[in-house]
């Protein structure tokens, strides 16, 4: 009997598959940006609101999403105006989030940590039908922003100011790729968690940059590659009993290492293949730093 045939096994595969697909969309213009780690940041301050659901009784979804918001924003704004740099206002929302999430949980009525590891790390196979709801109106919010405004939010993150000057809402495109990294964190948490979420937005595009060209066929090249590896993640893990978010994570890497060592032979092949019979093997120059 296929894994699959089971009612709590087919929920977790639709969930990964929303991750997979919502996460790299997201993700690459976090990397054409330079934040890629961003993601861990605003996770950390999900974690605050997955702990206020705990603590008020209501969905730790909802909750975490309008915490995890609201901190892109706060973040956001930081950076925008330039008197924190952005290294310290990450570091504020890393240690914020985890010690509020960790001080809230404590004053629930569980009085215990153990509900807070399934959001930290992960629990696609708990799974409900309510929840895949949530996940794919907000997957879709997402898929929306990133496809719809492609153009107007490559223009922003590849040249902020250049993209000022051409006339277009600058702030407001910052303030809606903050919010829409807040709604895939919570996309995501279900699936690889919130201290893995990152992972998945950021893998997945560095190994279509080794093969894509041009910024579109990336981010489609990403996606197709995280859906790739929610399936095969949730599979695994199904036949062989192991975490399912690690076991997507690192099958997100693993595929970026084989990537990464085909693309340098070909590239040693077409090199051989292109120089003259005869001709010697001129060594690379020899580079020096200057001081």
Same mark, same amino acid.
């Given at each position: 009997?296929?894994?699959?045939?089971?009612?709590?096994?087919?929920?977790?595969?639709?969930?990964?598959?929303?991750?997979?697909?919502?996460?790299?969309?997201?993700?690459?213009?976090?990397?054409?940006?330079?934040?890629?780690?961003?993601?861990?940041?605003?996770?950390?301050?999900?974690?605050?609101?997955?702990?206020?659901?705990?603590?008020?009784?209501?969905?730790?979804?909802?909750?975490?999403?309008?915490?995890?918001?609201?901190?892109?924003?706060?973040?956001?704004?930081?950076?925008?105006?330039?008197?924190?740099?952005?290294?310290?206002?990450?570091?504020?929302?890393?240690?914020?989030?985890?010690?509020?999430?960790?001080?809230?949980?404590?004053?629930?009525?569980?009085?215990?940590?153990?509900?807070?590891?399934?959001?930290?790390?992960?629990?696609?196979?708990?799974?409900?039908?309510?929840?895949?709801?949530?996940?794919?109106?907000?997957?879709?919010?997402?898929? $929306?922003?990133? $496809?719809?405004?492609?153009?107007?939010?490559?223009?922003?993150?590849?040249?902020?100011?250049?993209?000022?000057?051409?006339?277009?809402?600058?702030?407001?495109?910052?303030?809606?790729?903050?919010?829409?990294?807040?709604?895939?964190?919570?996309?995501?948490?279900?699936?690889?968690?919130?201290?893995?979420?990152?992972?998945?937005?950021?893998?997945?595009?560095?190994?279509?940059?080794? &093969?894509?060209?041009?910024?579109?066929?990336?981010?489609?090249?990403?996606?197709?590659?995280?859906?790739?590896?929610?399936?095969?993640?949730?599979?695994?893990?199904?036949?062989?009993?192991?975490?399912?978010?690690?076991?997507?994570?690192? $099958?997100?890497?693993?595929?970026?290492? &084989?990537?990464?060592?085909?693309?340098?032979?070909?590239?040693?092949?077409?090199?051989?293949?292109?120089?003259?019979?005869?001709?010697?093997?001129?060594?690379?120059?020899?580079?020096?730093?200057?001081?």
């Amino acid at each position: 009997m296929s894994i699959f045939s089971l009612p709590f096994m087919q929920y977790a595969l639709i969930g990964a598959l929303i991750t997979g697909l919502v996460a790299p969309a997201l993700g690459t213009y976090l990397v054409q940006r330079r934040l890629a780690l961003i993601g861990d940041g605003i996770g950390h301050v999900a974690l605050t609101g997955v702990a206020v659901g705990l603590l008020l009784a209501q969905s730790p979804v909802i909750t975490a999403m309008v915490v995890a918001a609201a901190g892109a924003i706060a973040i956001e704004l930081v950076r925008e105006r330039g008197k924190t740099s952005g290294d310290v206002a990450l570091a504020v929302l890393f240690y914020g989030g985890i010690a509020g999430g960790v001080f809230l949980v404590n004053l629930s009525a569980s009085h215990t940590n153990a509900n807070l590891m399934a959001y930290l790390f992960g629990s696609p196979l708990t799974t409900s039908p309510a929840d895949l709801r949530i996940m794919a109106i907000l997957g879709g919010a997402v898929l $929306l922003v990133t $496809l719809g405004l492609r153009p107007w939010l490559f223009a922003i993150c590849h040249d902020e100011e250049h993209a000022r000057v051409s006339g277009l809402p600058v702030r407001a495109l910052n303030l809606l790729l903050a919010v829409t990294t807040a709604v895939t964190i919570t996309v995501a948490m279900r699936a690889v968690g919130l201290l893995l979420v990152s992972a998945l937005m950021v893998v997945p595009v560095a190994t279509a940059q080794l &093969v894509a060209r041009g910024f579109r066929a990336t981010q489609l090249l990403a996606m197709a590659i995280g859906v790739a590896a929610a399936a095969a993640g949730i599979w695994f893990a199904g036949v062989y009993d192991t975490a399912p978010g690690a076991t997507i994570v690192l $099958l997100a890497i693993a595929g970026f290492a &084989v990537v990464t060592v085909v693309t340098a032979g070909w590239r040693w092949l077409r090199r051989g293949r292109d120089r003259r019979p005869g001709e010697p093997v001129v060594p690379p120059p020899e580079v020096t730093l200057a001081r």
